[in-house]
């Protein structure tokens, strides 16, 4: 019979299904961070439990981290009372346990998703969870990845097993070639826009189509990360020789190793005729960059295009429209274009990899911020991503225009660090949520590219790309 890659997974690490439909699932890697895990922990120490498979675990602090630490830096340093807790909290749970953790001290420290791949603990064919509903991205690599929730992560540490039920498959096709200043995070986008935040719930969504055989891994973890906000539980991607490229780089396993899992590796894809209860084909070449306009995701439109007015839209969503034009100030507002930006976010979990900066960079070499912009701050992802991009001179070009370099950490993408907006500042973010409040108390997100938020700093407006 063929079968999605959804399902294959699926069945690779079922143990059992109850009467209910439940079923209990195996995990091989539970990435760990300073917010979902403490009571976890103190689950297990209730119940005088110990982790089932230590080496199964991953951890590091990254949601309340600040991003301006220097060299000398230690969690008790933080001056948030709540946030030194939880960060100190998860030093002392990783080192009463015996769990690998990058501290705050680490040069390999990071936000969670992007340090997990770049140090080699994702691997394509694995079921992977963490207290976040992010986790998603880490289904760029072919694997059965989801975000759970605190009492689900004391039960993965406890049992190395997880009860969920089973998900449908949604296939979404992306076809074609981009135009010039499109991006993978324009196409994520465009989807939710088309779907709505609700349109995958209950499924898991494969990505493919000729676009995704030929994006890069950086690419295909960006949509993959933001499958979350087109409802769905689980997004992935097929694997193929651009991820055993990019695995072979950066694991620990030695070629051998390598030699003997790629085979295995190879038929993470789905069969030929594999079903999928729901299909969508996209044409990427038709996609102009995308920003958001409202408070949520799929609150999108192309850079250009007008703002959505009540003879757009049913008049069931015309009150939601109308309290979400309020809170962003756009109730006089025409276009995009015609609004002015006093802060830049470049960095999140979607959008912190060596392959953003580059394509930010880009846009800003020889430039300046805009004297209309406040702050413009560039957060890399890790460690590693910091290291790579001085190496190659990128935080001299961001500096150099204007641009604040940070450490690692998620920053302004959630308001739990210092990195927050101050009441109705208008930020150009590269996260994935424009939640009201989620970048600061009534903070005003709009979601775009790194490519495009580089270009609102220097213009202080949003502008054509090409």
């Known amino acids: 019979m063929s079968l999605t890659l959804y399902d294959k997974l699926w069945d690779e690490h079922l143990i059992k299904t109850d009467d209910s439909n439940e079923s209990l699932i195996y995990i091989d890697r539970h990435y760990l961070h300073e917010v979902t895990s403490p009571q976890a922990f103190e689950g297990l120490r209730h119940k005088n439990l110990k982790p089932w498979r230590l080496d199964a675990n991953v951890a590091t602090p990254d949601h309340n981290v600040p991003t301006t630490r220097g060299k000398t830096f230690y969690a008790e340093s933080i001056s948030d009372e709540i946030a030194k807790i939880q960060v100190v909290e998860l030093d002392k749970n990783c080192n009463d346990f015996g769990i690998r953790q990058f501290d705050i001290t680490s040069k390999k420290q990071g936000i969670v998703h992007v340090m997990g791949p770049e140090l080699g603990y994702t691997l394509p064919g694995m079921t992977i969870v963490c207290g976040d509903s992010h986790t998603s991205t880490h289904g760029a690599f072919g694997c059965l990845a989801m975000g759970i929730g605190t009492s689900e992560v004391e039960h993965v540490l406890a049992t190395q097993c997880l009860k969920i039920s089973k998900l449908k498959n949604m296939q979404v096709q992306f076809n074609g070639e981009l135009q010039r200043g499109v991006t993978s995070k324009d196409i994520v986008l465009h989807l939710i826009k088309l779907i709505g935040t609700a349109g995958g719930t209950g499924h898991a969504i494969e990505f493919s189509g000729s676009y995704i055989s030929s994006a890069s891994m950086e690419s295909r973890m960006t949509i993959c990360n933001m499958a979350i906000e087109a409802g769905a539980k689980v997004g992935l991607i097929g694997v193929d020789s651009i991820t055993l490229d990019y695995v072979k780089k950066h694991s620990n396993l030695s070629n051998a190793m390598h030699s003997k899992a790629n085979e295995y590796w190879l038929t993470l894809r789905s069969d030929d005729g594999a079903n999928f209860d729901k299909k969508i084909i996209i044409d990427v070449s038709q996609i102009k960059p995308q920003v958001t306009w409202g408070t949520s995701p799929e609150m999108t439109i192309d850079f250009d295009a007008d703002i959505p ?158």
């Open 309 to 466: 007015s009540a003879k757009d839209i049913s008049e069931e969503n015309q009150e939601n429209m109308s309290l979400a034009k309020a809170y962003m100030g756009l109730e006089k507002s025409k276009t995009l274009q015609e609004l002015s930006f006093d802060r830049i976010f470049i960095g999140s979990c979607t959008n912190s990899r060596i392959e953003d900066l580059r394509d930010a960079a880009s846009v800003i070499k020889g430039q300046k911020v805009s004297k209309d912009i406040t702050e413009a701050i560039v957060v890399p992802g890790s460690g590693m991503v910091k290291a790579q991009a001085e190496e190659e001179g990128l935080d001299t070009i961001f500096m150099e225009a204007g641009f604040l370099w940070r450490d690692p950490g998620c920053s302004m993408c959630l308001g739990m660090n210092p990195d927050q907006l101050k009441p109705y500042e208008r930020c150009a973010s590269t996260s994935n949520r424009n939640f009201e409040g989620r970048q600061g108390n009534l903070g005003r997100t709009h979601l775009m590219s790194p490519l495009m938020a580089a270009l609102t700093a220097v213009n202080g407006k949003i502008t054509d790309p090409s």
